[in-house]
């Protein structure tokens, strides 16, 4: 040995890294087949639906007069609109069933990073071995020490915060700093302005 105790099973499993998926991720082609099958069953399951739906709706409030048409395209932009809407929400109405599909590819590094993505939002803090670059330390203990001196500093910038006193003199229809008096300008024929 060199000095240093193996404290490892011999059968202990060791975890694998978390795949880093980036822009420059090559999808598998698995995970090719998966995204057409996903964005297939996503247009014609729920935004298809969910588009029509709104544009009945829409068209609906129209004719009873709840919505206005308009003078010159008539109801054509709301529906429009309505059927962008739907659309898109039928879009993003299926992102948690693509994802759940793709946690459930084998041999998939998508699947990997979304599946340990899971784990470590839903296990308790410490549970996972690997942690972010990111993460912050909770426990209390710092990893800087600020002095007396800085913590002044930083009181210093920052703005003070004086509360307003109350008064039930004042309420919502009457706002405090803004005068009464407008200024009436006139404008005769030639376009000369005055004050009164």
């Known amino acids: 040995m060199n000095g240093r105790a193996d404290f490892r099973e011999p059968n202990a499993e060791v975890p694998r890294p978390i795949p880093l998926i980036g822009a420059d991720y090559i999808p598998t082609e698995e995970e090719r087949r998966m995204f057409a099958e996903c964005n297939d069953e996503s247009f014609w399951f729920r935004s298809v639906p969910l588009a029509a739906t709104s544009m009945l709706i829409t068209q609906g409030l129209i004719s009873k007069g709840i919505l206005s048409s308009h003078p010159r395209f008539g109801s054509i932009p709301k529906l429009i609109f309505a059927c962008i809407m739907g659309y898109f929400a039928g879009k993003l109405s299926y992102v948690r069933t693509c994802q759940e599909k793709f946690k459930n590819l084998e041999n998939s590094p998508l699947g990997e990073a979304l599946r340990s993505g899971q784990a470590r939002r839903s296990s308790p803090p410490g549970h996972y ?68």
Do not use: C
């Not at 600020?146 to 004042?170: G, Q, V």
């Not at 006139?186 to 004050?195: L, P, Q």
């Open 129 to 196: 071995s690997q942690k972010s670059k990111y993460d912050s330390n909770v426990s209390g203990e710092s990893s800087f020490v600020t002095s007396p001196a800085a913590d002044n500093i930083e009181k210093e910038m920052l703005p003070r915060y004086e509360p307003i006193p109350f008064s039930a003199a004042m309420n919502e229809s009457t706002p405090t700093g803004i005068s009464d008096h407008i200024a009436q300008v006139k404008v005769n024929k030639y376009g000369d302005t005055w004050d009164e």
